[in-house]
């Protein structure tokens, strides 16, 4: 199980970069599967909730290298 949070800044100028409502928050979790061990294949699902009720469903398949 992993559980993260971040925080991005949009805009056009320095000058912009003090207006809050271009500040995007986001938190998550995700939980992650040994699929196939000899391999190092890993099964990953995330869910994602961000500002304004933006929301994000992740599921990837991979090898670490």
Not at 6 to 24: I, N, T
Not at 37 to 43: D, E, K, N, T, Y
């Amino acid at each position: 199980v992993t559980a993260y949070a971040g925080l991005a800044r949009l805009y056009d100028s320095l000058s912009d970069c003090s207006r809050s409502a271009e500040l995007f928050p986001a938190i998550g979790v995700g939980l992650s599967y040994l699929l196939r061990p000899q391999a190092g294949i890993i099964l990953r699902a995330d869910i994602t909730q961000g500002k304004d009720d933006n929301q994000a469903f992740y599921l990837t398949l991979k090898n670490p290298f």
